[in-house]
């Protein structure tokens, strides 16, 4: 049975595990969950998921959940190249560092940031307090400068001289403000060349494929039934407002 990989990749965990097994030349057959119109409640991703979030595999009888857990799963299984999640003990030390922070530490922000910016003024038509943009704006400065100082430091990559999880975790997280309108990396020079590095090493084709969907978000919310979104938003409202 071919593996089976539940995914949108308007979802920052969903692009990486997509990148990686692209990447890695592992076949699947990518079957289409739309978060945003709440198909993960469906019956039918709930015997795959019980969790009711994206990315989820079925590998034969085997379903499992996560985005770490699963390209953990896949380099395993796929014996992929050890520089993704390396045999080193201090070097996937470094990996498991970046992958243990970044839940709260950038997906938050970069992801609270699309939704003030962009989904919640556009979509539910509310206005968003200046000092709640101004307060996320300045989380996320923070984060990015972690990311920057701490974990890129004088390094190439996150983990050293190559590329790993840790950096593709990190740039699609970093990708989704930048899908808002915002340019993160602007005047963050370090945060730049490593974008480009890391970009050289998934492929520019498979970086602006997985992409693409989430660069034309702002296109997107116009054409978007805000019907849809009304099952989200008491939920989105006490997160973000």
């Not at 015997?47 to 009711?52: A, G, P, V």
Request: hydrophobic share 45%; net charge negative.
């Amino acid at each position: 049975m071919t593996l089976e990989m539940y995914l949108d990749l308007f979802s920052q965990p969903c692009r990486s595990v997509y990148i990686f097994a692209k990447k890695n030349n592992i076949s699947f057959d990518f079957m289409k969950v739309s978060l945003l119109e709440g198909e993960q409640y469906g019956e039918e991703f709930g015997k795959i998921n019980m969790i009711r979030k994206a990315p989820a595999i079925r590998d034969g009888d085997f379903c499992l959940a996560e985005s770490i857990a699963i390209m953990k799963y896949l380099a395993e299984k796929y014996q992929t190249s050890d520089h993704w999640y390396p045999a080193d003990l201090q070097k996937r030390a470094r990996v498991n560092e970046y992958l243990s922070w970044q839940h709260m530490g950038i997906r938050m922000h970069g992801s609270k940031m699309f939704w003030l910016r962009l989904l919640i003024p556009k979509i539910m038509g509310v206005e968003v307090p200046k000092d709640k943009m101004d307060g996320a704006l300045e989380d996320l400065e923070g984060s990015l400068k972690l990311i920057e100082e701490k974990f890129i430091g004088d390094k190439p990559f996150i983990a050293g001289e190559q590329i790993s999880l840790a950096d593709l975790v990190a740039i699609v997280e970093i990708m989704q403000p930048v899908g808002s309108g915002l340019d993160v990396f602007e005047g963050r020079l370090k945060l730049s060349a490593w974008r480009d590095r890391v970009q050289a090493e998934i492929g520019k084709e498979l970086f602006d494929e997985a992409h693409q969907g989430i660069l034309a978000s702002q296109e997107m919310v116009k054409n978007m039934d805000s019907s849809k979104m009304q099952i989200f938003k008491p939920k989105i409202l006490r997160l973000f407002l």
